[in-house]
Structures are given as structure tokens and as C-alpha cells.
């Protein structure tokens, strides 16, 4: 089958790039290389350079079979903080996505996420309260709900997965879109006290990159609104325990839900399941440091 990656240079895009690519499929990466990195790329897979906000480059692209979206600004403090380009990418950007997937009439596999949810009644499952607390969580939910339309008006296939705080290798350390693992172990690594924000006794549920990799693939097979977590959840403090050395705590962030923890349920009855603990992939990230 023929695949294209959007996003496929980045963090979470180009292990599922990695993954699609074993199996024996041919890959197109699109990428505008805002977060992704060359390091990243895939050398058996096509690579285009450019946005998916621009409609040029949609025009240029020959048909897909099933298109996995993942690129998008995906943090919620710069989200907070500038609004505006975050719009563009994930809400305009997923519009032009879906427009060339109903013109081609081809599959999409879109990367949603768990900040959608309040957080209160937790483990969480797919009907779960949303109370959308950034810009970033609000632009998920209205390009879930043009997907969901699409659907309805276009016969669109689609399988949304909400992610719970992916980490593992290729994660971003440093900058305005490093998720807190990456974040304190680099500063770990060189020597810096780990920056913990508020008491450190929220609580995430940690995912795998790589069993985030092979959700989407299995993907291809699902439709509708998928959780994918691991259904526990530690806190920061535990993190830091595990990683070891001095820590600071600075104040506290806005949109952030206090806890998350995914009720997987579905994904495991569709036959995905966690395979690695954050713990214990901390664990051995020391014995490189």
C-alpha cells in the first residue's frame, strides 16, 4: 500500500514512518520541519519539504491509499501564548488535509490527544467530559469534529486516537514543544536541576512512542475515537525519583488538566496493547547518561 506521513520527520510521525516502512509499504513524508528533523528521516521513504497549509503542495501530491496526520503544533503553553500559528496549522492545516482525502477518497488516521479532557473522572474513556483549557486542546477538538463531519457528509473513513503523553526516543529535550520527559532528562544530563512545575504531585499517563507507532498502523483497520494509554498514571515527582538529582519547582501552568490516565478498554479489545512502563524506560535511559 501507499502511505503518506504528514508530520513524518517529527517526534511521534517518523516512528510510525519507521514502522510503515517494515511492513513492507511505500511512504511519502510531508513535512515543513518546524519541530521534525532530518535525523528523523527515513532514507526509503519520499520526503516532500513544505506545509500543509499550503495548498500547492496538495495539488502536487498523487493519490494515497490512507494518509496518517500527524503534523500540528503540538504543545499547549505556546498554544497559550500565540494562538494565531497554532490555529493555522492544526485547525486550517487539518482542513486542507481532509479536503485532499475526500477528493482522493483515502483513509485518515489522525493524531488527537488527550488534553481534550477534563481530567476529573478518571481512568478517562472515549465519552469522557472535554473541558478544553488552551487554544491547542480546543483546535483538537474542532478537527475531531470536521473529521466526525466529513464522515457524515463525504463518507470519509476515519479513526481519531487521542494520545496520552507520548515520550521516548527521538522525544524533543529542549524548547517550547519538549514534553516533560525529555525535558528533565536532559537536564539531568547536564547536570541542571529538574524544573517541576507546581507541587510536582500531578499525574500523566505515560505511552511508549513506539506502541503509539503501532496503533496507527493497526489503525488502518479501526474507525471512530480511540484512547491510547497505558491506564496508569504516575507524577512528576515519581518521574523525577526515578531519574535522580536536584530538582526546583517553579510555578504553575495554565490549561494543564491536574491528572490524566486513559480507560484503554477499546484499543485493548481491538487487540493494541502497552508493552513498556515510563519507569522502566527512565531506568534505563541512566545507564546512557
Known amino acids: 500500500m501507499n502511505y503518506l506521513v504528514t508530520g513524518g520527520l517529527g517526534f511521534v510521525g517518523s516512528h510510525v514512518v519507521d514502522l510503515l516502512i517494515a511492513k513492507g509499504h511505500a511512504v511519502t513524508v510531508l513535512d515543513d520541519m518546524s519541530t521534525g528533523s532530518m535525523s528523523n528521516a527515513n532514507p526509503k521513504a519520499t520526503l516532500v519539504i513544505g506545509s500543509i497549509t499550503d495548498h500547492r503542495?496538495?495539488?502536487?501530491?498523487?493519490?494515497?491509499?490512507?494518509?496518517?496526520?500527524?503534523?500540528?503544533?503540538?504543545?499547549?503553553?505556546?498554544?497559550?501564548?500565540?494562538?494565531?500559528?497554532?490555529?493555522?496549522?492544526?485547525?486550517?492545516?487539518?482542513?486542507?488535509?481532509?479536503?485532499?482525502?475526500?477528493?482522493?477518497?483515502?483513509?485518515?488516521?489522525f493524531s488527537s490527544s488527550s488534553s481534550l479532557y477534563e481530567g476529573v473522572d478518571i481512568p478517562t474513556n472515549e465519552d469522557g467530559k472535554q473541558l478544553w483549557k488552551s487554544p491547542y486542546s480546543l483546535q483538537k477538538a474542532a478537527c475531531e469534529a470536521y473529521i466526525k463531519l466529513y464522515g457524515e457528509l463525504y463518507g470519509l473513513d476515519y479513526a481519531i486516537l487521542r494520545y496520552f503523553n507520548v515520550f521516548g526516543e527521538r522525544q524533543i529535550l529542549t524548547g517550547d514543544y519538549a514534553a516533560v520527559v525529555g525535558i528533565l532528562l536532559n537536564q539531568k544530563k547536564h547536570g541542571q536541576p529538574m524544573t517541576i512545575t507546581h507541587d510536582g504531585e500531578q499525574r500523566r499517563d505515560f505511552t511508549y512512542v513506539k506502541d503509539i507507532a503501532l496503533a496507527n498502523y493497526m489503525a488502518l483497520?479501526?474507525?471512530?475515537?480511540?484512547?491510547?494509554?497505558?491506564?496508569?498514571?504516575?507524577?512528576?515527582?515519581?518521574?523525577?525519583?526515578?531519574?535522580?538529582?536536584?530538582?526546583?519547582?517553579?510555578?504553575?501552568?495554565?490549561?494543564?488538566?491536574?491528572?490524566?490516565?486513559?480507560?484503554?478498554?477499546?484499543?485493548?479489545?481491538?487487540?493494541?496493547?502497552?508493552t513498556t512502563s515510563i519507569i522502566e524506560w527512565i531506568k534505563e535511559q541512566k545507564t546512557y547518561m
Open 221 to 274: 483497520n479501526w474507525g471512530g475515537v480511540t484512547n491510547i494509554g497505558t491506564g496508569v498514571n504516575y507524577s512528576i515527582n515519581q518521574l523525577a525519583d526515578a531519574i535522580g538529582g536536584k530538582r526546583t519547582y517553579i510555578g504553575d501552568r495554565q490549561g494543564e488538566a491536574r491528572h490524566t490516565q486513559a480507560d484503554n478498554s477499546l484499543a485493548r479489545s481491538l487487540g493494541w496493547e502497552p
Open 57 to 109: 503542495i496538495w495539488e502536487r501530491l498523487t493519490a494515497f491509499d490512507s494518509v496518517f496526520h500527524l503534523a500540528s503544533l503540538a504543545r499547549i503553553q505556546p498554544s497559550i501564548r500565540n494562538p494565531l500559528p497554532a490555529h493555522e496549522v492544526n485547525l486550517t492545516g487539518t482542513l486542507r488535509v481532509l479536503e485532499y482525502c475526500r477528493q482522493h477518497k483515502a483513509k485518515i488516521i
